[in-house]
């Protein structure tokens, strides 16, 4: 199967070109040029796979290039039991809808799913594609990409990672995370100064030729980690196949009952899977996407017109904190059937910051999305009740798709099962999550232990250990100190 771009209509690449590469040539996104479906016996069969089965099966269908046991032995390793102690997708019941848990992982946020795989699949997408660099993984964060990448990069062959983090801009819990990364292959740096500077720092770089030269001396070329890869798209896929697989084999569904589900988006990519496990024949109904204050989405579903001329919101979900969606123009490819549309509509974002679409397209948008947004008032006071009515404590971002399912239940009557997928663990935000059940806390307590008390929720061991595991990386450096620390570590 060929991977196309969004943008024009003469590149077509295999998918390990299309991982190796990230980006397309021509500055669009790859996307592949049909969708494989799954047939009613291969849904049953699924049904009584694992999850490392179901994954591999999923992903084999987009992926000529890889052998049904190379990928079992990639999703066989990303998501075992060491690295994903309470299972890599569980679905669990809380009240009269379900919640898809996708944050237990080594970092605690659904971005492992991803990320525990990208690596193997970038790494043998490399090798398949016969570059024999090592892939050097530049990255800016402003909190969960960065340990989520680190994590995944830690010690696979063929790669090497550098994280850069705003000094000022993340949480202790963040910090700590990075900066106790193991690994042989990891090197993380504060820079001081805000995101921007740091991102900034970043994108300079990855463009700077005298740095690429610099780089390769030193047998490298730079590679980034970025949502927009196809090879962080296709893992996210498994598990809508996987959560509907599961509902089925416990006998919540009847085969071939469709469900719904709500996603707390961002960048659009984790809906953008949803919508991809639909294509694929998965019985999925309604896809509604949930956004915080900073509503763009949910003005873009309304109206048609997508319009980043708005003020940016600091939320409690910051990684829901997002002005443009980038894995938006995948779907704005497919529904409009036209890359010279996308071409135009991706020119006026960039250059006048507001595009509309066509009514054809918004029509198809409507038959399948709903959208809603959240205050950050809302998103704590959900917490509370949901705390309060179930004893299931929800982290920010999930919050925001809870009260966006309540509020889509409650708008049309839908009567479908409805699973809200649960982006991160409540303990990666225990500041947030305390101040929603009413506790006082100082600065200097230890959050994890007194949300732990207050609740008797168990804690991820990940996060529960980090005060115990020693701080590797304690450099804070200027954004002029990016370069030399950037060659220092290729050279290493
Ligand atoms: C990244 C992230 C999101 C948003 O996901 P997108 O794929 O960008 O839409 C939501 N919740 C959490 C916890 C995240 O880390």
């Known amino acids: 199967m060929k991977y196309l771009s969004t943008r024009s209509d003469d590149i077509s690449v295999s998918a390990a070109a299309a991982i190796a590469a990230g980006l397309a040539a021509d500055g669009g996104l790859f996307l592949p040029e049909r969708i494989p479906v799954l047939g009613e016996d291969e849904l049953r069969k699924l049904v009584r796979m694992t999850y490392p089965e179901r994954a591999a099966h999923v992903m084999k ?40 848990e996708l944050w237990h992982g080594p970092t605690c946020a659904f971005k492992d799913m991803a990320l525990q795989m990208l690596p193997r ?32 990069f830690a010690d696979v062959e063929g790669t090497k990672i550098m994280v850069f983090y705003p000094a000022e801009g993340v949480s202790r819990i963040q910090q700590l995370q990075m900066t106790t ?9 504060a820079v001081r ?42 893992p996210q896929i498994a598990y809508y196949v996987s959560a509907w697989c599961d509902l089925a084999a416990a006998g919540e569904i009847s085969f071939g009952e469709e469900i719904n589900f709500c996603v707390p988006t961002g960048n659009f990519g984790n809906i953008l899977a949803a919508w991809y496990a639909r294509e694929m024949g998965v019985p999925i109904g309604r896809l509604i996407c949930a956004s915080n204050q900073n509503r763009v989405l949910t003005d873009f579903f309304h109206t048609g017109t997508y319009d980043r001329r708005r003020e940016f919101y600091t939320t409690s979900s910051p990684s829901m904190d997002i002005l ?27 250059k006048e910051g507001v595009y509309t679409v066509s ?58 099962k409805t699973v809200v997928v649960s982006t991160a663990s409540p303990y990666k935000f225990c500041g947030s999550v305390l101040t929603a059940v009413g506790a006082a806390y100082a600065p200097e307590d230890d959050l994890i232990e007194k949300l732990a008390e207050l609740t008797g929720v168990e804690p991820p061991r990940a996060l529960a250990e980090l005060k115990y595991a020693v701080e590797r990386f304690t450099d804070v450096i200027s954004s002029g100190e990016m370069d030399e620390a950037v060659r220092k570590f290729a050279a290493q």
């Not at 990364?181 to 740096?189: E, F, I, R, T």
């Not at 490819?333 to 010279?340: E, I, P, T």
Request: proline letters at 2%; charged letters at 25%; hydrophobic letters at 40%.
């Open 61 to 100: 269908l987009f992926l000529d290039e890889f052998s049904q046991e190379e990928l079992l032995g990639f999703t066989t390793a990303a998501y075992r039991e060491e690295r994903f102690p309470g299972g890599p997708a569980p679905v669990k019941r809380v009240g009269d809808h379900w919640m898809l």
């Open 121 to 152: 699949l970038l790494g043998a997408s490399l090798r398949k594609t016969g570059q024999n660099e090592t892939a050097l993984i530049l990255t800016a964060t402003s909190g969960d990409t960065g340990k989520a990448a680190l994590d995944g």
């Open 181 to 189: 990364q193991k690994g042989n292959n990891v090197c993380v740096k």
């Open 193 to 234: 100064g805000n995101f921007d500077d740091t991102q900034s720092g970043v994108k300079r770089i990855f463009s700077d030729p005298e740095m690429q030269r610099a780089v390769a001396e030193s047998g490298c070329k730079f590679s980034s980690a970025n949502s927009i890869n196809w090879g962080r798209l296709l």
């Open 324 to 350: 443009i969606s980038s894995n938006l123009e995948r779907l704005l490819r497919v529904f409009s059937g036209s890359s010279g549309q996308v071409r135009a509509m991706m020119d006026a974002l960039s």
């Open 359 to 416: 009514d054809e397209v918004k029509q198809k948008f409507d038959a399948l999305f709903w959208a809603d947004c959240c205050d950050d008032q809302t998103t704590l006071a959900t917490i509370a009740d949901c705390w309060k009515e179930h004893g299931y404590l929800l982290d920010p971002h999930t919050a925001v798709a809870e009260h966006v399912t309540r509020n889509y239940m409650a708008a049309t009557g839908d009567a479908r």
